[in-house]
Structures are given as structure tokens and as C-alpha cells.
């Protein structure tokens, strides 16, 4: 079983930066795939991004975020950071942090769901 806490959540300006972190329970936070979902108000959830578990440094993006996000992961402290930069209005979402056994960008191939937090970027 996987517990996950989201935070850094909030404000910014178009152009600006915020940095989203997910602090896992369990010891088997290593094993897991982590990554990022997001949804916008009256829009499907989407995925956002993923690492690896097994390969240092392997992620996945989507194309959307590709070049202005970056994920990293510290398997000492149980955490995930999504590093989001050049924030555009149509980032504003809820983010969801995730964990699963495959490095997927599909929303079925994720155990586990954190409740979620909260991004608006002002024009």
C-alpha cells in the first residue's frame, strides 16, 4: 500500500515557475513508477509525467509540457517533484500525483492516487 501527499500547489503568473512535490508512504517507494496526472475544470484527466523506477533518469512527458517540465525523484526521501517552468494559463489544473507498476501514460496502469493540488496560472 502506497500513501500519496501532494503539496507546492497554487498561483502564478504566465511565464512563471512552481514546483509540485509528492511524499510517499511504505518502503516499496522505489518499485514504483511515479508520475504526474492533471485535470482541467470541464476536461479529461491527462497524463503529464512519468519516471521510471527501474532506469535512473528515464521519463516520459507529454507533448504539451515537453521542454518546460521536469520530474526527478529521491528514493532516499520517498518523493517526486514536478519542476514546472514557463507556466502557460492552460496548465491550470488540478495535478494528481501517481504510482504504478508500469512507466505508462495511460491512468489505468496506476495503483495509486493522491487527492490532488491545485495550479492556476494568471494570464
Known amino acids: 500500500q502506497v500513501q500519496l501527499v501532494e503539496s507546492g500547489g497554487g498561483l502564478a503568473q504566465a511565464g512563471g515557475s512552481l514546483r509540485l512535490s509528492c511524499a510517499a508512504s511504505?518502503?516499496?517507494?522505489?518499485?514504483?513508477?511515479m508520475g504526474w496526472f492533471r485535470q482541467a475544470p470541464g476536461k479529461e484527466r491527462e497524463f503529464v509525467a512519468a519516471?521510471?523506477?527501474?532506469?535512473?533518469?528515464?521519463?516520459r512527458f507529454a507533448d504539451s509540457v515537453k521542454g518546460r517540465f521536469t520530474i526527478s525523484r529521491d528514493n532516499t526521501k520517498n518523493t517526486v517533484t514536478l519542476q514546472m517552468n514557463s507556466l502557460k494559463p492552460e496548465d491550470t489544473a488540478v495535478y494528481y500525483c501517481v504510482a504504478g507498476s508500469a512507466l505508462s501514460r495511460e491512468q489505468h496502469d496506476y495503483d495509486y492516487w493522491g487527492q490532488g493540488t491545485q495550479v492556476t496560472v494568471s494570464s
Open positions: 511504505g518502503r516499496t517507494f522505489s518499485s514504483y513508477n
Open positions: 519516471s521510471s523506477s527501474r532506469y535512473t533518469g528515464v521519463t
